[in-house]
């Protein structure tokens, strides 16, 4: 039984809105205020690459949605620690200290979570037949506020544009 709960930003104010055509859910970046959601209903609803909910001084919320044969691409994050939850999916999670050297691996499924430290090479790839649907949690935040990636490509192109 589904149950609606007053706290999903979609069902009491205009700050998601539903796409009937696309069934996807556009959401804004809520920060900083206060703020409630479940995660996970939040994280299955959206369809882009990437989407920053949440932005603060020191820590970012996104969710992202990894279509099959995709990947997040191979990075590094000198300052900050990641945090990845996984709630549909699968993928491999790849780790190292050279971005030649992917020396940790492991397979991650729904509900399992990494940590990436920071100066840490990694990547997450989609190696199922069904889009991954996460949310990352990065410490201080990555993205600037209200970002929003469609796709892969325009996730690679922003950040090429802002270097």
């Known amino acids: 039984m589904y149950k609606a709960y007053p706290s999903y930003p979609w069902s009491h104010n205009n700050s998601a809105t539903n796409n009937p055509d696309t069934g ?23 369809n882009t690459f990437r989407t920053a909910l949440w932005t603060g001084d020191y820590l970012q919320l996104t969710l992202m949605c990894i279509n099959p044969k995709e990947d997040i691409g191979l990075e590094m994050h000198p300052d900050l620690d990641q945090f990845i ?38 990547n997450l790839i989609n190696t199922g037949k069904e889009p991954i649907k996460l949310y990352s949690i990065y410490a201080p935040p990555q993205h600037p506020f209200g970002t929003v990636h469609e796709t892969k490509a325009a996730a690679e192109a922003a950040e090429e544009h802002h270097g």
Do not use: C, S
């Open 85 to 122: 939850r996984i709630e549909a999916g699968q993928g491999l999670v790849k780790m190292g200290d050279r971005k030649d050297y992917l020396n940790f691996q492991e397979m991650v499924y729904p509900d399992y979570a990494f940590i990436i430290p920071a100066g840490k090479w990694h």
């Open 24 to 46: 996807y859910t556009r959401f804004k970046d809520y920060g900083p205020e206060p703020f409630v959601v479940n995660i996970e209903e939040a994280t299955m609803r959206n």
